[in-house]
């Protein structure tokens, strides 16, 4: 094993891979941005690098820094995180030229996956099912008109170098067919610097369903059971669960079989994830493979026991999984909220400021992987992404209300965030009945707001909160107050924002 790792992220998840390396008796070495220099994960680490100004385009994305500060720090080996440089092949490549240990997939591998289309003919190949489609960019709308001809309508029309939905239109008639292709081309030159559009049918109404990966160098390759991410509002996910209300174990030990088919096939070790549509017929297919740790990995470290941090910098470091696939059960239900600093009231818009006061949830089963602390400066250079609130209980049910009396003790003042938002999912009808696809949430989202109180009655019950307090407090013969109960109403939440906790 190595001893010194240099993490080349930040937030919450360098704070995570800090503490794997903590327990691995690993030192670390933070690298932080000008605005970050007091961010925790700068503290928490045992060294730490400047590598430049706020914007990660001067920071956090300059791979020459990073291999820089490894240089000056002595550290052996490069855990990249999510986002950043994690999915960079040049980079994995650029790390192991220096000499030093990746902390992930090879790039080989990260390049396998990197192409959409290339990674759909290596599914193929491997009898992965995928969307019927093609697996080569189309040449012209006639193409495009034929082979939607032979599956139908509605198609879907995707970037060959995309992910996260840029370049993609959906196509219901032929006489839409050339216009969209001609759009499509245009946002994925603009978005990848590549037009190549390729086309699928169009799956309507399915759940999204991914698939843990776990390689080591020795040829094991695992499954460590599904995620549920449908709850996602434009490809960013907001609610995530292990296991999913969807998937039985027969279905768990068949996707489970195909992810692991489409990892071998890519060459592929260390932690990764294969992403599935999951139709409403029990049909699935795959999508696409992320080549790093995912932000909602720690649902399916609940639910399995098993360290998925520490496992990717030990097998990293050459170690074997020890692990049996027929025992790697997926034990309770674990639940991911995504705290966003983003004030779902008005479209999501994202907030800044500096956090003045926080409450962070705890007891049974409630897990905070968080980035921020009273004092952080919440801005626009960086993921609104705040914290993730994780609870793992005995059923779903169980989880549901733990998670709802988790986001009830949260408490973060100096910013907007989702608290709310998260409060109202817990306390939805569909929601816990699990009845969600990806579609879901943008359909549902109106109905979610008109629940909110207006402004004018939140204004008027901080006004009546004030005069509450300020007549308790003044009142020399007054009671102690009794305490409020638990609700999240509005009046309550005012009195709070407001400072009047004791009235
Ligand atoms: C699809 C699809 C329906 N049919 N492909 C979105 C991003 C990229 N990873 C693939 N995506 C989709 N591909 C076919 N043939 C629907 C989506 C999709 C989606 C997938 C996963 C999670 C959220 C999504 C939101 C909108 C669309």
């Given at each position: ?240 669960e292990a296991p999913s209300v969807a998937v039985t174990p027969e279905l768990r030990a068949r996707m489970g079989a195909t992810a692991v088919a489409a990892a071998r096939a890519a060459g592929y070790v260390n932690a990764g994830t294969c992403e599935f549509l999951l139709d409403r017929n029990g049909n699935y297919y795959f999508l696409e493979m992320n080549t790093r740790i995912q932000v909602e990995h720690p649902v399916t470290e609940l639910v399995t026991g098993i360290d998925l941090v520490q496992w990717q910098i030990r097998i990293a470091a050459g170690d074997r999984l020890p692990f049996v696939q027929e025992l790697i059960v997926p034990r309770g239900w674990a639940m991911e909220c995504r705290i ?164």
């Amino acid at each position: 094993m190595f001893t010194k790792l240099l993490v080349a992220n930040r937030g919450e998840i360098a704070l995570r891979v800090i503490r794997a390396c903590r327990e691995l008796g690993i030192s670390s070495v933070a690298v932080y941005s000008d605005a970050d220099a007091t961010a925790p994960h700068v503290r928490e680490a045992d060294e730490a690098v400047n590598i430049g100004p706020a914007p990660a385009a001067q920071s956090y994305l300059l791979g020459d820094r990073i291999l820089d500060a490894a240089r000056r720090t002595g550290a052996e080996a490069i855990h990249p995180g999510y986002g950043f440089l994690s999915e960079r092949e040049w980079f994995a490549r650029a790390v192991r030229d220096a000499g030093l240990i990746w902390v992930g997939p090879p790039a080989e591998a990260i390049a396998a996956m990197g192409s959409k289309t290339a990674a759909r003919t290596l599914a193929v190949a491997a009898g992965v099912p995928v969307v019927p489609g093609t697996t080569t960019a189309l040449r012209d709308a006639s193409e495009a008109l034929e082979v939607a001809a032979e599956f139908g309508f509605p198609v879907l029309l995707k970037a060959a170098a995309g992910g996260g939905g840029k370049g993609m239109r959906v196509v219901r008639a032929a006489e839409e067919l050339p216009a969209a292709l001609a759009s499509a081309q245009r946002e994925a030159l603009n978005a990848f610097g590549d037009d190549a559009v390729y086309v699928e049918k169009y799956i309507e109404g399915p759940r999204h369903v991914e698939i843990q990966i776990l390689g080591d160098q020795h040829g094991t390759m695992l499954h460590l059971g599904e995620r549920e991410c449908s709850v996602q509002r434009r490809h960013q996910k907001m609610i995530e669960e292990a296991p999913s209300v969807a998937v039985t174990p027969e279905l768990r030990a068949r996707m489970g079989a195909t992810a692991v088919a489409a990892a071998r096939a890519a060459g592929y070790v260390n932690a990764g994830t294969c992403e599935f549509l999951l139709d409403r017929n029990g049909n699935y297919y795959f999508l696409e493979m992320n080549t790093r740790i995912q932000v909602e990995h720690p649902v399916t470290e609940l639910v399995t026991g098993i360290d998925l941090v520490q496992w990717q910098i030990r097998i990293a470091a050459g170690d074997r999984l020890p692990f049996v696939q027929e025992l790697i059960v997926p034990r309770g239900w674990a639940m991911e909220c995504r705290i966003t600093s983003e004030d779902f009231q008005n479209g999501f818009l994202p907030s800044t400021g500096v956090i003045t006061s926080m409450h962070v949830p705890s007891g049974p089963g409630v897990r905070w992987d968080g980035g921020v602390e009273v004092g952080s400066d919440v801005g626009l250079f960086y993921d609104p992404m705040l914290a993730k609130l994780i609870v793992h209980a005995a059923t779903r049910d169980a989880a549901i209300a733990r998670m709802h009396r988790a986001l009830l003790e949260l408490e973060i003042e100096g910013v907007e965030t989702s608290r709310e938002f998260h409060l109202r999912m817990m306390e939805d009808a569909e929601f816990r009945r699990g009845d969600i696809t990806i579609q879901w949430l943008e359909a549902k989202l109106p109905e979610l707001s008109a629940l909110l109180p207006p402004n004018e009655e939140v204004r008027v019950a901080v006004i009546a909160a004030a005069l509450i307090a300020e007549r308790d407090r003044s009142s020399v013969r007054a009671a102690p107050a009794a305490p409020l109960p638990v609700s999240t109403s509005a009046w309550h939440r005012a009195a709070r924002i407001e400072g009047l906790r004791g009235a």
